[in-house]
């Protein structure tokens, strides 16, 4: 299972877009990559999910450039709301779907 | 759609005593089901996941135990409860989409050994 690396806190304003990168130098070739969102006492959100090029969906994109070393998650124009931890995680078909939880990124968002 | 229940979703027990938490998952059939531990807020462990009726794998040897006795229900045990047993416990489903699994977490279960 590729171990990831993110920062661990950021902190932004109203208003502004929000690019959060993960750094997985292991990913396998069968390999996607997920974010999740996660509220104080409340269970991870599915946010993104993406294998190459870009994703976007309503809440996010993803950028995985061509190496798939990394990715980064954005947001945009975030809100007060936002703030929460976000995880990203690497895993493929072959681990049986475990997923492997690193710390995260706290982000912060300011009035 | 699909639907993920836990409960109780906070408990407080004393140590030694035996726990029972519950996870039953709505509006799909044969769900890979998965149950992690959060501590300090931060950092999923995964504890047990399940691809079937009676299939149970541990990932961590420990204090606690989980069963599966029908399709979409998640049990997680201990005969004896520990001080280190405290924490936020989230069950999981997962489907498969465009060939990756994708999980889908409850609400979660918060429990306090004294």
């Known amino acids: 299972l590729a171990k990831t690396t993110q920062p661990i806190s950021m902190d932004s304003y109203e208003g502004q877009e929000v690019n959060i990168t993960c750094s997985h130098n292991n990913i396998a070739t069968n390999d996607y990559i997920t974010w999740y969102q996660q509220f104080p006492s409340q269970g991870p959100r599915f946010i993104i999910q993406?294998?190459?090029t870009k994703v976007t969906n309503e809440v996010a994109s993803l950028f995985i450039p061509a190496d798939r070393k990394s990715s980064t998650l954005s947001l945009p124009r975030v809100s007060l709301s936002d703030t929460a931890v976000y995880y990203c995680?690497?895993?493929?078909?072959?681990?049986?779907?475990?997923?492997?939880f690193g710390q995260g990124t706290e982000l912060s968002v300011k009035p | 759609s699909q639907t993920i229940h836990q409960w109780p979703a906070t408990l407080v027990q004393p140590v030694g005593s035996p726990l029972s938490l519950e996870c039953t998952v709505e509006?799909?059939?044969?769900?890979?089901l998965y149950w992690y531990r959060q501590a300090a807020g931060r950092g999923l462990q995964l504890l047990f996941y399940s691809v079937g009726i009676g299939q149970i794998s541990s990932e961590v040897p420990q204090n606690l135990s989980a069963s599966r006795p029908q399709d979409r229900q998640f049990i997680l045990s201990s005969k004896k409860l520990l001080l280190s047993d405290s924490g936020f416990y989230l069950c999981a489903w997962s489907v498969r989409l465009a060939g990756q699994e994708t999980q889908y977490f409850g609400p979660g279960t918060r429990l306090l050994v004294l």
């Open positions: 995680l690497v895993g493929g078909d072959n681990q049986g779907g475990k997923l492997i």
């Open positions: 509006g799909t059939s044969n769900p890979n």
């Open positions: 993406g294998y190459k």
